[in-house]
């Protein structure tokens, strides 16, 4: 069966896969339906996340994925009614993003070691031994 899924940087070496943090667990959503899947995409942007790609997949390569990574994958059937807090989560993002995406903080460089002031302090002490 395929599925739709929201991913940030289509065709790009950043590319990436909607999740939410429910608990301990990063959850995957797939949606049966298109439209259910633009709904939310829209209410990311409007809610300044990054906007996403509604993209069509097959879900058991979705569902490969999240198990080879740690995410659970949850399908958000056509006609869905959430029930609880943590299923209309499913239906309606959370209110804020996460500051640093996995695929930012992977392309950070790394800060050294030591601060650049104190390098210098050490190259000139160096040289002053010269």
Not at 51 to 73: D, H, K, R
Not at 96 to 120: F, G, H, M, S
Request: hydrophobic fraction near 40%.
């Amino acid at each position: 069966m395929q599925v739709y899924v929201l991913l940030f940087n289509v065709g790009t070496d950043n590319e990436g896969l909607h999740t939410l943090r429910i608990g301990e667990h990063n959850v995957v959503l797939m949606f049966e339906e298109e439209d259910d899947a633009t709904r939310y995409a829209l209410l990311l942007e409007a809610q300044d996340f990054p906007s996403p790609s509604v993209e069509l997949l097959e879900q058991e390569e979705i569902e490969e994925f999240c198990e080879g990574s740690g995410y659970v994958a949850q399908l958000v059937p056509a006609g869905f009614v959430p029930q609880s807090d943590a299923e209309r989560l499913l239906m309606a993002p959370p209110e804020n993003n996460v500051d640093e995406t996995d695929w930012q903080l992977e392309r950070k460089e790394p800060e050294p070691a030591i601060a650049n002031d104190e390098l210098e302090s050490i190259r000139r002490r160096l040289e002053g031994l010269l």
